[in-house]
């Protein structure tokens, strides 16, 4: 299930945005219903229930496992893999529903930002870019410039707050110049924002917004 922000006229684009660990998708279409464009379809699914080891087993909305948010940490490659595969399945109905794949942003926050990277560089279907906040590359050491097909042109905005208590800013930071070794990094931009935690700002909306409005233009009907 998702939380859908409909287009005020014919949908000509779609923003597939992830929200982070614990959380549902409600808020986040919240957030981007305040800076919606009329012809662009937000979606932002909701994850399953599991245990996450990072909080005692503790059963939450999560997209994979996380044992830790150390650089180094264990990573539940099979969980990453597999729902990495469902958001590429939700790309597929939205193009069956008419909206071309490179006229899709996918997006996300914390663990959702990791799973939108992870799933934009593995996906077939060539996209229109990838706005990654607060947030890192999961299994980077077993990604390669081999592994991107489809989206080696693709534009990327990242945003980390410095602040950030939960993802350390070094994470976002090490997440960039991996991207640059498999993306073209003329296209890669990273905003940090002063004494901003775990979260988002409005100057950080902002930049969304216009990222957005640059990636998905309004197409004459």
Not at 69 to 94: C, F, K, M, V, Y
Not at 170 to 192: A, C, E, H, S, Y
Not at 195 to 221: K, T, W, Y
């Amino acid at each position: 299930m998702s939380a859908i922000v409909p287009a005020t006229c014919k949908a000509t684009a779609a923003v597939i945005f992830l929200h982070g660990l614990g959380d549902t998708g409600h808020g986040w279409a919240q957030a981007l219903a305040a800076i919606r464009a009329p012809h662009v379809k937000y979606i932002c699914p909701h994850a399953p229930v599991m245990p996450v080891s990072l909080n005692m087993n503790m059963a939450m909305p999560s997209w994979f496992d996380i044992v830790s948010l150390r650089p180094d940490a264990e990573e539940d490659e099979s969980g990453i893999r597999r729902a990495a595969e469902s958001i590429r399945e939700l790309i597929d109905e939205e193009v069956k529903n008419g909206i071309p794949s490179h006229r899709i942003v996918l997006g996300g926050f914390s663990q959702g930002g990791a799973l939108s990277l992870y799933s934009a560089l593995t996906a077939r279907q060539k996209l229109a870019g990838v706005v990654a906040l607060s947030c890192w590359l999961p299994l980077r050491n077993s990604l390669s410039q081999s592994v991107v097909v489809s989206n080696k042109e693709i534009s990327v905005l990242q945003c980390h707050g410095e602040a950030d208590p939960v993802v350390p800013p070094i994470l976002g930071r090490l997440t960039v110049q991996t991207l640059k070794t498999m993306l073209n990094p003329d296209n890669i931009t990273f905003r940090t924002y002063p004494g901003v935690p775990h979260s988002a700002c409005a100057e950080e909306m902002e930049d969304i917004e216009r990222f957005i409005e640059e990636q998905l233009p309004p197409v004459n009907q």
